[in-house]
């Protein structure tokens, strides 16, 4: 099994769940009792980026580092001088949210020297229903492309297939099966399974372990 | 699928081979998917200096024949007006795909309809109508981008395919059919070259200097627009048979409005929804026609009150009709709408 470190990196393909993943990952580090950090650095997508459930998280004692004010809005690369306090303060856990595909994973690069040996996972989502990771060789392209943008390595995957609410045991089981097939091609462990929190129960005994999720990014006629 | 990519995947299967266009938030991602995807068929990506020029570029490649598409937001589809009514008055078919955001002016980037009007009642000069067709899932954006090609070429029209920025960015699952080959209309008017046509001038133009030919044209319009407005009016009704509060909504409120009517229902409030899919041509008829029982309605948008005017236009008279609207990038919260509905229903306007 992976261990945790300090800092948590979730990089991946467009809409793979890096954000949800991010997000439920913060909650749980808080609900374990650390001093947990949300990082956004999503300068790819303008809607459905922890920003926009700061209130959310806030709340539940996480803080947020991401563009405030008139910037939180905006669709240009602007990151908070807050980031490197982050990767630097030994007493914080920080949970990265990197925006999709290389494009995204770009900015991360721009940290790779404060970001030290050994103190962090930077995480690879692959959710196996998304266009271009539906294969092996899909997966290990986008990752390469991450990789090369960020100049970074990537060390484990997070297996997060889903077709939203149409997703069944037997939909994550096929994906996973892909997910599992990439890693071992990539030898890289995959860090666990994302499944929604209804579903755990059914997907009991894989060998990776399991993650149950709260999604958090609703859209406007869900919010219950 | 995210709405973006099952714009430009619609695009692809529908035969489109062509796609001008300038990246503008929430639509870059759909630039960047056809990008990517169109050298993979044998198409042609090319991101123009500016939307002026993508438009005037598909107006060249629509006078070729070919099927061709371009996209953007708010402020660059107000660039393009002046292209758009080019190709009404050449009678270009198009796609022109336009993910809303907050306006007037340079705006935001948050979600919104308040290019209903420019999109319905002509946004460029002269007399004119896009046909506009308002999805309002991922289904439906990779659905009605295919079947804006086979209106565009039908109608020798340019077809507007509207939504916002939460359905550019949401992700929904979608099911792509067997690719099919895509049959392309003949387009005996296109003009090819003059190896394709010996001894035939093929001129696409929308120029008549003399009064009585452009009459005639704007006659000739007219009459195609009569069809349009006969033939493709498409809406979709919930719960409207007993329904006594009727809301009016399209694309992403629509999906809102349904959730509100149905939390009403468990109030006991008979509430329905009226869904327009073509806001041009706006499904009059159908609206007249299913909603005998309504005692008021509710045109609930992310504007002013804009299509708020065609449902009173159509109700004329008969009953009330109110607007609720968010602005500026908000989007409607149901229980507010709830609220409206809640008002109206006890406040005696439904009695």
């Not at chain 1, 602007?78 to 900015?107: K, M, N, Q």
């Not at chain 2, 022109?96 to 979600?111: C, D, E, S």
Request: charged content about 20%; hydrophobic content about 40%; aromatic content about 8%.
């Amino acid at each position: 099994m992976l261990k945790s470190k300090r800092i948590s990196i979730f990089t991946g393909a467009f809409g793979s769940g890096k954000t949800e993943l991010a997000l439920n990952y913060a909650i749980k580090l808080r609900e374990k009792g650390k001093k947990v950090t949300a990082v956004d650095l999503d300068l790819i997508n303008p809607y459905f980026r922890i920003r926009s459930v700061r209130e959310a998280l806030e709340t539940r004692g996480i803080h947020v580092v991401s563009p405030r004010g008139k910037l939180a809005g905006a669709d240009v690369p602007a990151l908070p001088p807050a980031i490197l306090g982050v990767l630097e303060d030994s007493s914080t856990y920080g949970v990265v949210d990197v925006g999709g595909d290389d494009i995204g994973a770009a900015a991360l690069g721009r940290f790779k020297n404060n970001l030290a040996e050994g103190s962090f996972n930077l995480y690879f989502v692959v959710n196996t229903y998304r266009l271009h990771t539906r294969d092996v060789p899909g997966i290990l392209s986008v990752l390469n492309r991450v990789e090369k943008a960020s100049r970074m390595q990537v060390n484990a995957l997070i297996s997060n297939p889903n077709l939203g609410s149409e997703t069944d045991p037997e939909t994550i089981l096929e994906g996973h099966r892909l997910v599992l097939e990439a890693a071992h091609q990539l030898k890289l462990p995959v860090a666990f399974l994302g499944v929604r929190r209804n579903l755990a129960d059914r997907l009991k005994n894989q060998e990776v372990p399991l993650f149950p999720l709260d999604l958090m990014l609703k859209l406007p006629w869900q919010d219950g | 699928m995210k709405g973006n990519e099952a714009i430009g995947e619609g695009a692809v299967r529908a035969g489109c081979r062509y796609f001008f266009g300038y990246p503008i938030t929430p639509q870059s991602e759909l630039t960047h998917y056809l990008a990517k995807r169109l050298p993979e068929v044998g198409g042609l990506y090319l991101q123009a200096e500016s939307e002026v020029a993508s438009i005037n570029m598909v107006y060249g490649a629509a006078g070729a024949g070919a099927r061709v598409m371009t996209s953007s937001s708010g402020p660059g589809i107000s660039l393009m007006q002046e292209g758009l009514s080019y190709l009404a008055g050449a009678e270009l078919p198009c796609v022109v795909v336009n993910l809303m955001r907050g306006g007037p002016g340079l705006g935001n980037i948050a979600p919104s309809q308040a290019d209903y009007f420019q999109a319905t009642k002509g946004g460029g000069h002269g007399d004119y109508h896009l046909i506009v067709l308002a999805p309002n899932s991922v289904q439906e954006l990779l659905d009605f981008t295919g079947k804006a090609f086979e209106l565009a070429d039908y109608y020798r029209n340019p077809v507007m395919v509207m939504a916002d920025g939460i359905m550019a960015q949401m992700m929904e699952p979608v099911e792509l059919k067997d690719e099919a080959q895509v049959e392309i209309p003949a387009k005996p008017w296109a003009a090819t070259g003059m190896i394709d046509h010996p001894g035939s001038k093929r001129i696409i133009n929308s120029c008549y200097v003399i009064p009585e030919e452009m009459e005639a044209v704007n006659i000739r319009l007219k009459e195609k627009y009569t069809q349009i407005t006969l033939n493709e009016q498409a809406s979709e009704g919930y719960l409207l048979e007993d329904a006594e509060i009727v809301l009016v909504a399209f694309g992403t409120v629509s999906r809102i409005c349904r959730a509100v009517v149905e939390k009403a229902r468990q109030l006991g409030i008979p509430a329905g929804l009226f869904r327009p899919i073509t806001l041009w041509p706006f499904p009059a008829e159908e609206l007249k026609r299913t909603t005998g029982k309504a005692k008021c309605f509710l045109s609930v948008e992310m504007n002013m009150g804009q299509m708020v005017e065609d449902v009173q236009l159509t109700i004329n008279g008969r009953a009330p009709v109110y607007h609720y609207g968010r602005l500026g990038g908000m989007v409607p919260v149901a229980r507010d709408v709830l609220q409206e509905v809640q008002k109206l229903y006890s406040g005696g306007v439904v009695k």
